[in-house]
């Protein structure tokens, strides 16, 4: 206990899934937090957004670990909310130490299509970004920050019989590989100052995106309207082990690995929590 005792995080994407275990692990560990989320629907994506009553949720976790929350409605795909919520977060507890992009939309069969493609790369990438930068100025030695990439940015889909059939699918590729890109520049030229920069690859992780019905007709075309019954055995293909999906507490272990004092000398990273998945796209290569 107490791998992050003291510190504060920054946690993009809180009021549930990934973003919200994240924030209560850390908290489980000494951690006080800054949870930032949208809490409204985007239009163009074909699966419902967290609520208002998800953030609330979350701060009732972190609270009930003893530690301090800042919970803040913000949207990630705006630089001067993220500048305010960061500034609101530490007016408050002090400091910050730790930052968590863990924001992200999946747009698979989205629409407009068009629109999709905007939304996804202004959250996943350009959110990613604004978050990260909002925090730059008030970061200093031995602070961590980590980002939500995705094994699907290590996928080759550079061949497609049909190029713009599914233009918010390609945007998530895309945007996962620009953030991990972003990240490793990032963490080069912080190496000096000692704060860390990390990217963390999932798989397929059992949220609210993935247990979706766009999500179900990605990996169950063939049917018209899939279930999850009918799309789980399918996730399978994702990983060399025979799982169809990892839970959110997989990836925030990694989270709390790099955001500990542990991980002091671990930066420009693309970690994969991938249950193999990588292994199943790539020949061995240092």
Not at 52 to 76: F, M, N, Y
Not at 238 to 264: C, R
Not at 277 to 282: D, N, P, T
Request: proline share 4%; with cysteine.
């Amino acid at each position: 206990m107490g791998r992050v005792e003291g510190k504060v995080a920054f946690v993009t994407g809180a009021a549930r899934g990934q973003g919200r275990s994240h924030a209560v692990r850390l908290a489980e560990e000494g951690a006080d937090i800054i949870a930032v989320d949208l809490c409204e629907d985007i239009s163009s994506m074909g699966y419902r957004m967290a609520t208002q009553e998800d953030l609330d949720e979350t701060s009732r976790l972190v609270e009930k670990h003893g530690r301090r929350v800042v919970a803040i409605k913000a949207d990630v795909r705006e630089a001067d909310q993220m500048r305010k919520a960061v500034e609101q977060g530490i007016a408050e507890l002090g400091k910050l130490d730790i930052v968590v992009a863990q924001a992200g939309v999946a747009g698979m069969k989205g629409e407009p299509a068009v629109q999709a493609w905007c939304d996804v790369v202004n959250t996943n990438l350009v959110g990613t970004m604004n978050a990260v930068q909002a925090a730059l100025p008030h970061l200093s030695e031995g602070a961590s920050i980590i980002a939500t990439g995705s094994l699907a940015a290590m996928m080759d889909i550079s061949k497609t019989d049909q190029p713009g059939k599914d233009l918010g699918g390609v945007a998530y590729v895309f945007s996962k590989r620009a953030l991990s890109q972003y990240i490793h520049e990032l963490a080069t030229h912080l190496a000096p100052r000692k704060i860390r920069a990390n990217v963390i690859h999932p798989t397929n992780c059992n949220t609210d995106m993935l247990q979706s019905e766009p999500m179900y007709r990605s990996f169950r075309p063939d049917l018209e309207n899939p279930t999850r019954a009918d799309a789980e055995p399918a996730f399978h293909v994702q990983q060399a082990m025979p799982v169809p999906y990892v839970e959110p507490e997989d990836i925030s272990n990694t989270v709390l690995f790099l955001a500990s004092d542990e991980a002091k000398y671990v930066t420009g990273m693309q970690m994969r929590v991938d249950a193999g998945g990588y292994l199943k796209w790539y020949d061995y290569h240092i």
